[in-house]
DNA sequence: CTTGAAGCTATAGTTGCTAGAGACATTAGA
DNA sequence: TCTAATGTCTCTAGCAACTATAGCTTCAAG
């Protein structure tokens, strides 16, 4: 049995983000000591461990919590939860796809800049007016927290 | 003098937003009308026409306050606003190199699964343990928020 | 047995908005 | 001109996914 602090540096997690974890119902209510303070056991760590690999890929707590029920069912079909990972791999897709294009207009505002004042400024001058962009680069899409 | 709607269809910006800008400084105080609406002038739709196309850039806000700061004062150097886009840049690229880590992970997931039941799925599976991917893809930065 | 680290709860802050409530202003049509 | 619809006002609260703080209790080492 570990305690928060053993846990969280297991599995690489601080720890009020544990206690955060438990309290949006992502991980069960802990066993308690004694003394009112959290014990884990192996499933919990396994738990743990398989959340922070799921952020570390991307997913949101949402999609996490979906892939954890599904995890409880050995039984059942994979569909939803490979439709799960299709799905944040089409997100990252399109975040890459998006972040190509700012790069592409952040290295031509820097490259362009002669570096003089501010009034010539190549930097300034583009932000303030995107018919200066190559590209179409405007907010297709929504990035993600974190 | 355009209405805070007008302007906001002008510029791309929601109106909520525009006043949210206002309240964090970000725009100045909005001239009134007898009626206390707020209206505005071609500079400030200038202004807020920099701020949008500088947030799809993906600056932050904070980054943005500096950049406008700098834009008005046209003859002091620009190395100031260069060094916040060439920052912008290398966060950019470093996500493009996080998010291409991720995809090669979740494409091999999603092509090494057979599609059968769940205890035998690969997502699930490699989801629990990251000894099974083949990149370190794990957190070496943070995402940006929105 | 004492001290310092680690744990507890509860609350508030972060970023960049977005959504609601309830009141006032403006504008278009009858 | 009256009225109804839309627009705007302020203020507050909510979103993701944590992170930080305050003020307490419990535990482990010396
Ligand atoms: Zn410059
Ligand atoms: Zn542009
Ligand atoms: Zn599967
Ligand atoms: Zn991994």
Same mark, same amino acid.
């Given at each position: 049995m570990l305690t928060?602090?053993?846990?969280?540096?297991?599995?690489?997690?601080?720890?009020?983000?544990?206690?955060?974890?438990?309290?949006?119902?992502?991980?069960?209510?802990?066993?308690?000591? #004694?003394?009112?303070? $959290?014990?884990?056991?192996?499933? =919990?760590?396994? *738990?743990? !461990?398989?959340? %922070?690999?799921?952020?570390? +890929?991307?997913?949101?707590?949402?999609?996490?919590?979906?892939?954890?029920?599904?995890?409880?069912?050995?039984?059942?079909?994979?569909?939803?939860?490979?439709?799960?990972?299709?799905?944040?791999?089409?997100?990252?897709?399109?975040?890459?796809?998006?972040?190509?294009?700012?790069? #592409?207009?952040?290295? $031509?505002?820097?490259?362009?800049? =002669?570096?003089? *004042?501010? !009034?010539?400024? %190549?930097?300034?001058?583009? +932000?303030?007016?995107?018919?200066?962009?190559?590209?179409?680069?405007?907010?297709?899409?929504?990035?993600?927290?974190?």
């Open positions: 928060i602090g053993k846990l969280g540096e297991a599995a690489g997690v601080k720890v009020p983000t544990i206690r955060y974890y438990e309290q949006i119902g992502l991980l069960p209510e802990a066993e308690r000591s #004694a003394g009112n303070q $959290r014990l884990y056991g192996r499933k =919990a760590q396994e *738990r743990l !461990a398989f959340i %922070r690999h799921a952020r570390d +890929l991307g997913f949101t707590l949402e999609a996490i919590r979906d892939l954890l029920s599904l995890s409880d069912k050995p039984d059942q079909s994979c569909a939803a939860a490979d439709a799960i990972a299709k799905a944040q791999l089409a997100e990252v897709e399109s975040r890459i796809a998006r972040l190509i294009a700012l790069k #592409a207009e952040l290295e $031509r505002m820097v490259v362009q800049c =002669a570096g003089g *004042r501010i !009034a010539d400024c %190549r930097v300034i001058e583009v +932000l303030g007016d995107h018919a200066l962009c190559a590209t179409d680069h405007r907010h297709p899409e929504v990035e993600p927290a974190h």
